[in-house]
């Protein structure tokens, strides 16, 4: 399904319930340009033997272009499963996105998309990386549909520089006052007939004198006026002067003019709580598309307006505004599974698009992601880590070979069937619909055979570990092993005294009895592993370690998220090319 910016608002709420319906969502990213990794490594030395990058290299080298290029396309895929028939219901989104803000936006943002030697001729700003958009061109991406109905958006930074630009604005003390330049001799006329104008209002004595004083250029409202209006510098001057010298009176901007009125404190207060309201609803508005990647991380979802959004039916707007407020309810909090194919470069870009700055270091980045999106499976890991001779294969490849594989059954939703037999590989939204089609079949085949389970990691024995309440029943408790020791020497001094038994025990010319050379002979009295005594009739043996955890349906479903399997495949992303080869995000939460 394609999403334009003419029907965002529409489609919100649905797409949020899509992802909170998800057991995971797919994601891919088009870009208007990437770094140039093979000339950036001619023009440098090799940084280890063999010509492999450090991982921090890599990271550095993909920062910055994500900090000079722009995401021009999202795809979005929210895979459900119907359990009762057992299927997997797939939904792909498709969204361009428009790289430039709002012009009634106050932010700034530098959309300059450089590379060599192309310019598009109607953005004289904007220069596009030639590699990357005409490898997108030559799959059907146009620029022109981003500008045109592309989705926008704020990053988290520019959203908080944004509103604290409209605090600045609203409040007008804060503004620097301008001084007049001597030698402006018609600013300093305009500001004359201005004294003089507010000069005569404030000392009217008839009722027929209005509550307003309009400040207007001479002749404005007389046809045929041929001038627009104050300019912004007048207008900066008549707020400033009735601001300073007359503290009893406000002015307000209108079109044209300003208009100035009487201060009432009490509807001061009221006008800047409304304009607080009116920009907050407008930024949310502005957050736009990054709303869906906050829905996946779990965010608060609390500053949409539902008034804000367009309902279906007009009749069926309070309902729909219950629903909404549920819904938010439900994602809040709630991390879902994020899944992409060579995920490491998307998530760089994904980062600087809609959170802010990326840290130095790669370290810190991991940190950061993980916080954000605890759960995170790349496919390229996924497919590739156990068969060599699939390393090099691209996604299209990887799904033409599992394409023959019946199990698990995967369907378009009713409402998503564009890319039912179209190839449209490279669109944002397909690829991500054929990346979550490689987790479902090729997790499902991995696990079916069982070669994860020889890569399980050991368990690790902590000696400061305390168990929960009502486990670790068999530990040894520091007083009781004390109290066994003391009978360990009971029994020794006892043995001591003892006639010699009839069976010889060899030891050694430098062997003496001690307390731990009596644990082999109180066998029958004490348990090796537990220094208790033995119950009687019950085997004391050592707790097997836990076997690994497989889904009752091996090779039709995708394994639980809990299940050992994701401890070796989940959160971890391939980074070709590198020396350490795997970009490790952290523990798989249980």
């Known amino acids: ?170 409040d007008k003390d804060e503004a620097p006052l301008v001084q007049l330049d001597p030698n402006d001799i018609v600013s300093l006329e305009f500001m004359h007939r201005v004294r003089q104008e507010v000069m005569t209002w404030k000392s009217r004595s008839t009722v027929k004198t209005p509550e307003f004083l309009n400040i207007a250029p001479i002749g404005h409202g007389r046809p045929p006026y041929p001038e627009r209006g104050l300019n912004g510098f007048q207008r900066l001057l008549v707020h400033q002067y009735v601001k300073t010298e007359h503290p009893d009176l406000t002015t307000t901007t209108r079109q044209g003019f300003v208009q100035i009125t009487a201060r009432n404190p009490g509807q001061q207060d009221a006008q800047k709580q409304y304009r607080t309201k009116v920009s907050e609803e407008r930024i949310a508005r502005q957050v736009g598309l990054r709303w869906l990647i906050e829905a996946i991380h779990g965010a608060d979802l609390s500053a949409i307006n539902p008034d804000s959004l367009i309902p279906a039916d007009e009749n069926k707007k309070a309902s729909m505004i219950s629903h909404f407020n549920s819904l938010r309810s439900r994602l809040k909090g709630q991390s879902t599974v994020l899944v992409g ?102 997790s499902v085949s991995i696990e079916a055979s069982g070669r994860y389970a020889e890569e399980l990691p050991s368990p690790v024995e902590d000696a400061f570990y305390t168990p929960p309440e009502g486990e670790g029943d068999d530990l040894i408790d520091f007083k009781d092993a004390t109290e066994q020791l003391e009978q360990i020497d009971k029994i020794s001094s006892e043995s001591s005294s003892r006639p010699s038994s009839s069976v010889a025990t060899s030891r050694t010319n430098f062997s003496h009895i001690t307390k731990f050379d009596l644990l082999g002979d109180l066998a029958d009295e004490i348990d090796p592993f537990t220094l208790r005594p033995k119950t009687p009739g019950v085997v004391n043996e050592p707790k097997p370690e836990p076997e690994p955890k497989i889904d009752n349906e091996t090779g039709r479903r995708l394994p639980a998220w809990e299940n050992d399997f994701w401890k070796v495949y989940g959160n971890k992303l391939q980074v070709n090319g590198t020396l350490e080869g795997v970009c490790d995000l952290g523990l798989w939460p249980q």
Do not use: W
Request: charged letters at 25%; aromatic letters at 10%; one cysteine or more.
């Open 1 to 170: 399904m394609d999403v334009t910016s003419d029907d965002f608002l529409r489609l919100l709420p649905s797409i949020l319930e899509a992802i909170a319906d998800a057991q995971f969502v797919a994601l891919d990213l088009e870009f208007s340009g990437i770094s140039n990794q093979q000339k950036s490594r001619l023009r440098a030395p090799k940084q280890h033997a063999g010509g492999k990058a450090s991982l921090q290299s890599r990271y550095e080298e993909e920062r910055a272009a994500a900090e000079k290029y722009q995401v021009l396309q999202l795809g979005l895929t929210c895979v459900g499963e119907s359990l009762h028939r057992g299927v997997y219901v797939v939904r792909p989104y498709n969204f361009n996105l428009n790289p430039f803000p709002d012009e009634k936006m106050n932010i700034q943002r530098d959309v300059t998309l450089q590379g060599p030697g192309m310019y598009l001729r109607d953005i004289p700003s904007a220069r596009l990386m030639i590699t990357a958009m005409q490898f997108l061109y030559r799959h059907n991406f146009r620029i022109e549909d981003a500008l045109n109905s592309g989705v926008r958006y704020l990053s988290r930074e520019e959203e908080a520089e944004e509103r604290r630009i409209e605090a600045q604005l609203r």
């Open 341 to 442: 194919h060579n995920l490491f470069l998307d998530l760089i870009y994904l980062y600087a698009c809609f959170f802010g700055p990326l840290p130095d270091r790669v370290e810190d980045f991991q940190r950061i992601i993980h916080s954000l999106f605890p759960r995170i499976i790349d496919t390229k890991y996924l497919a590739t880590h156990d068969d060599p001779d699939t390393a090099g294969f691209n996604l299209e490849e990887l799904d033409r070979m599992l394409h023959p594989q019946a199990q698990p059954v995967i369907e378009l939703h009713p409402g998503h069937i564009k890319y039912a037999a179209a190839d449209s590989t490279h669109e944002a939204g397909f690829d991500s619909f054929l990346t979550a089609r490689l987790l479902l079949r090729s």
